[in-house]
């Protein structure tokens, strides 16, 4: 199975702040990356799929980017809705993997 | 509104079963590929199982094979998760997911609200 590696696992930031997640997997997956947010209580939430095409109705500041194996997720100026935990997940082969997910939290 | 939305969550005994049921409401879900996920207490998200829009292919996470069945009644829109003998560590929020494509899969487009399972005596 391919393993995702998140960093950091959590990290607390100011509105306004630029914030930059990685996801790394343990084998190429060519652009099979996308990113998700989830909130407590809430159904996850697409934001990114193919490493960096936005999902429909996902503000700009939000962007992806990487290949290969190692990929960015940045939060170009965090707002005060964007504080949730953030997975990345590949989707090249079966099965599926997220990675463990990076809380970001408020300062 | 577009939504998906997750039932047959509950209490159930270690060994026992449950099915799951996810119905779609503004949308139509016979034309997508669809997936199960999870999420246990404290924990991240685990993919589950996956099945093309007509059923015709199945693909399952190592943790769930031979035990849960994912499977789709297109005519209804809805897709169920049948659960067999069940586990205290599949204790969780099971969430469904639409993908965006039919045939090969390529991302969880949408997702429904989640239901609860409990594996406890």
């Known amino acids: 199975d391919i393993q995702m590696a998140q960093s950091p696992s959590s990290l607390s930031a100011s509105v306004g702040d630029r914030v930059t997640i990685t996801c790394r997997a343990s084998?190429?997956?060519?652009?099979?990356l996308n990113w998700y947010q989830h909130k407590p209580g809430k159904a996850p939430k697409l934001l990114i799929y193919a490493t960096s095409s936005l999902h429909g109705g996902v503000p700009s500041r939000f962007s992806g980017s990487g290949s290969g194996t190692d990929f960015t997720l940045t939060i170009s100026s965090l707002q005060p809705e964007d504080f949730a935990t953030y997975y990345c997940q590949q989707s090249y082969t079966f099965p599926w993997t997220f990675g463990p997910g990076t809380k970001v939290e408020i300062k | 509104q577009v939504q998906l939305v997750e039932s047959g969550g509950g209490v159930v005994q270690p060994g026992g079963s449950l099915r799951l049921s996810c119905a779609a409401s503004g949308i139509t879900i016979s034309n997508n590929a669809m997936h199960w996920v999870r999420q246990a207490p404290g924990k991240g998200l685990e993919w589950l199982a996956f099945i093309r829009y007509d059923g015709s292919n199945e693909n399952y996470a190592d943790s769930v094979q031979g035990r849960f069945t994912i499977s789709r009644d297109n005519s209804k829109d809805t897709l169920y998760l049948q659960m067999r003998s069940l586990r205290p560590e599949d204790t969780a929020v099971y969430y469904c997911?639409?993908?965006?494509?039919?045939?090969?899969?390529?991302?969880?487009?949408?997702w429904g609200q989640g239901t609860l399972v409990t594996v406890s005596s």
């Open positions: 997911a639409k993908d965006l494509a039919r045939i090969y899969p390529e991302y969880l487009q949408t």
């Open positions: 084998q190429i997956i060519n652009n099979y």
